[in-house]
């Protein structure tokens, strides 16, 4: 049936909680060699409005990525057999800092299937243990048949 693989998305809802550790963002400044002060100064950023150092925004989209991930295996328990692709973070907003030691939620939620261009378009929001909303986006992705 054509829409098999749109039923085992439609709906779908996923979350990944993490702690981000200094360690997490010091692994991210040589992964990404963006060793900008804001993550890498401890000093600098105490006296600044932040109050010490944060998280990089790419790194977040990271966390974003593993919820959809946690979707797709949702989605592969319901018999989806596709190959989802992500296409891109559309309105992605850094709202809040996030700090080490944070604990963040981010929660994904698909909100509409296009089966004829066999894409999903999801919610996403990460929130810190505070519940503060710290980013959000529209993911889309794409299901390429098997």
Known sequence: MADEWSDSVSGLQASYTTTVREKDIADFVTLSGDDYEAHT????MATSSFGGIIAHG????????AAGTKAIRLAREKGN?????ALGYD???FVAPVFPGDEI???????SVDTERRRSLADVE?????GT????AEHVMKWLPK
Not at 41 to 44: A, C, I, K, M, V
Not at 126 to 130: A, D, H, R, V, W
């Open 41 to 44: 100064d401890p000093e600098l």
């Open 58 to 65: 790419a790194l977040l989209v990271g966390y974003m990525s």
């Open 81 to 85: 057999e596709c190959t989802p692709v």
């Open 91 to 93: 309105r992605l907003r």
């Open 105 to 111: 939620k981010v929660s994904y939620a698909v909100k």
């Open 126 to 130: 990460i929130t810190n243990q505070s």
């Open 133 to 136: 909303s710290i980013a959000v």
